[in-house]
Structure formats: C-alpha cells, structure tokens
Nanobody, 127 residues
Framework: QVQLVESGGGSVQAGGSLRLSCAAS????????MGWFRQPPGKEREGIAT????????YYADSVKGRFTISRDNAKNTLTLQMNNLKPEDTAMYYC????????????????????WGQGTQVTVSS
C-alpha cells in the first residue's frame, strides 16, 4: 500500500534551518505530484510547496517563498523541503502528500487535491 513517511522535524530557533524528507513507497512515485502541507494548532491545513512529477514545475505559498525549497528525487522516491530563515509562525505539523491525478488536473495547491498523506512531522520554531 501507499506509504509516505516524513522525517527531519524538530525544534529550532528563529533564523535557523531544517530539512524535511519524505520517503515514498507502494506506488509509482514518479507519476504523482507531491506536496508539503502544514497545520498549525487550531488552524486548517495549508499547502506551502508542491512539485510536479518531473520536478520542473513548483508552487510556493507566499508565506514561504524565498525561504523554502521543495525538491524530489524520482530515482530514490524521496521528497525534500529545505527550510531556511525559519520564523515562529512556521511552527506546525508538516505533512507530505501525493496526488495521483495531477497529470490530468495539473499541479494542485490545496489539500483537497491530494489523496495520499503521511503521518506528519512536528516543526517548532522559538523566538
């Protein structure tokens, strides 16, 4: 079955960096768009960065543009989110997700576009 396993979360001070990874298995990774989403306590899940099947097309939310970089390695079935200059407002549970329909629909930006999800990894940024 489809498995997405996130790692790399943790606690960091403002201005610091973290690198999240997502290991995918159980499906044809290269045929799915991928995305990183986050959900702060008490708030809705938001899409922060998504990437097309080949990696040639990406989307970033305004809140992370210029600070976060999404990338994928289709040979290793991995997805990465490099997060630099972290801010306290970046504190959230971060989720990796896959969209198996994007070749028809296009690169999605919203959680509802994604049909497979990992369990999440916590990121906490202190001021």
């Amino acid at each position: 079955q489809v498995q997405l396993v996130e790692s790399g979360g943790g606690s960091v001070q403002a201005g610091g960096s973290l690198r999240l990874s997502c290991a995918a298995s159980g499906y044809t990774y290269s045929s799915n768009c991928m995305g990183w989403f986050r959900q702060p306590p008490g708030k809705e899940r938001e899409g922060i960065a998504t990437i097309s099947t080949s990696g040639s097309n990406t989307y970033y939310a305004d809140s992370v543009k210029g600070r976060f970089t999404i990338s994928r390695d289709n040979a290793k079935n991995t997805l990465t989110l490099q997060m630099n200059n972290l801010k306290p407002e970046d504190t959230a549970m971060y989720y990796c997700a896959a969209d198996s329909h994007c070749r028809v629909r296009g690169l999605g930006r919203q959680a509802q576009d994604y049909n497979y999800w990992g369990q999440g990894t916590q990121v906490t940024v202190s001021s």
